[in-house]
């Protein structure tokens, strides 16, 4: 049997913290609001979460939404697969977004408009901000999904 011996530093840290993340349970999306990228998620906790995320969205009057990726191509084909499975949330102009290294991407499902930037230190993920006429209902952001959660 193997043991691991860590002093007080960094590496005890590292190496807890990154142990903690493996054993975090995802049951609904709820359990996503503290992360800063998104988690690997199992076939069942997708099931799951696409089953609440979607109640969400069908429930709004429109979603704005923000992808944060390691490139601009891997934000846009993240914001293509949204719009795939969801006929109603479509998106011009993609062809002329452009921003080097990590990038964040905004896309406001009202007005068609997408946006993105060069943003390094970011985690990695879709997050989904449900909107609503005024007064109706206060807005929620679900996420950090997986870049590829809705393929």
Not at 50 to 74: C, H, Q, R, Y
Request: charged share 25%; aromatic share 6%; glycine share 8%.
């Amino acid at each position: 049997m193997c043991q691991l011996h860590c002093g007080l530093g960094m590496e005890g840290h590292s190496v807890k913290n990154l142990l903690d993340i493996k054993l975090m349970e995802i049951n609904k999306l709820e359990d996503l609001n503290n992360l800063r990228t998104a988690p690997q998620l199992s076939q069942r906790q997708e099931k799951k979460l696409l089953v609440e995320i979607e109640a969400n969205i069908f429930n709004a009057d429109w979603i704005t939404i923000g992808i944060m990726a390691p490139s601009d191509n891997k934000a846009i084909e993240a914001l293509g697969s949204i719009s795939r499975k969801y006929s109603s949330i479509k998106f011009g102009n993609l062809d002329s977004l452009h921003a080097n290294g990590g990038v964040f991407l905004k896309a406001n499902q009202k007005t068609s408009n997408v946006f993105v930037r060069s943003e390094n230190g970011l985690g990695e993920g879709i997050l989904i901000t449900c909107q609503y006429d005024e007064g109706a209902k206060e807005s929620d952001t679900f996420g950090p999904l997986p870049l590829d959660f809705f393929t």
